[in-house]
């Protein structure tokens, strides 16, 4: 299993999280806790004790690419894009343990082997993943911590988004999505002054709509059912430049 919760890389100690929010819900029943025991060893992350961690070492063929989600909720985006692109390496990242469980139950429906599971702060797994090595990642729906005091507490913060770009390969994309448009607004000004991040909207629809290439979420259909207005961006990973 991940060692969850200690210090691993070469992150220095004083970057060391705190992870805001809950880690449980209600108690699982008796099938999922069986799976935390019995199928979470299988899948999870282990971070190195020191070095960079290249992502494609995780699956036995060495995938060429390997997307990542921060925050899979209860991991229908992710088995989504999985059973969609079975020759890509998927990373989630989720601390609550009822979504992880939620996860595995879909991976051992469904059958799935490319997908690894972190279950802790996604932040702690990117400042340890090599430079360069993801082809796309997912950040959807994050809590917005709507309380101006909280929000120091949001997942995308300028900190956040250098991580990811380190991480990501040249011309990666970036997907965000919210129903929360402060937030979105949040995001937007942070990732628009980024010398790494083009925003690809090209007009209104781009962001009102999803992608045909891009799964819902259970939250999505929540927020929708209640009259929010959902809000896609995405973003690619400019080329980085070359020393002359």
Excluded at 37 to 43: A, G, I, Q, S
Excluded at 216 to 231: F, M, P, Q, S, W
Aim: with cysteine.
């Amino acid at each position: 299993m991940a060692r969850n919760g200690h210090h691993h890389c070469d992150v220095p100690l004083e970057q060391a999280r705190i992870l805001y929010g809950r880690r449980r819900g209600r108690p699982l029943r008796p099938g999922r806790r069986e799976l935390i025991d019995t199928l979470l060893p299988r899948f999870s992350i282990v971070l190195p004790d020191q070095g960079a961690l290249d992502p494609a070492t995780l699956f036995p063929d060495s995938p060429a690419e390997t997307w990542l989600e921060i925050g899979f909720g209860s991991g229908e985006h992710l088995v989504a894009q999985a059973g969609r692109y079975q020759k890509t390496g998927f990373l989630g990242c989720e601390p609550f343990i009822n979504g992880v469980a939620s996860l595995l139950a879909k991976i051992q429906h469904e059958g799935l082997a490319n997908i690894r599971i972190f279950p802790d702060d996604g932040r702690i797994l990117l400042d340890c993943l090599a430079e360069a090595s993801l082809g796309r990642v997912f950040i959807l729906f994050p809590d917005p911590w709507p309380k101006k005091r909280h929000a120091k507490r949001r997942l995308v913060s300028s900190r956040t988004i250098d991580a990811i770009a380190r991480a990501m390969k040249d011309d990666a994309e970036l997907r965000l999505a919210s129903d929360d448009h402060d937030y979105i607004r949040w995001m937007l000004e942070r990732l628009c002054r980024h010398e790494a991040f083009q925003w690809l909207a090209q007009g209104c629809s781009h962001w009102w709509q999803r992608t045909p290439d891009w799964p819902g979420t259970r939250y999505e259909t929540k927020a929708l059912r209640a009259g929010r207005r959902c809000i896609y961006l995405r973003f690619r990973r400019l080329p980085r430049l070359t020393a002359t």
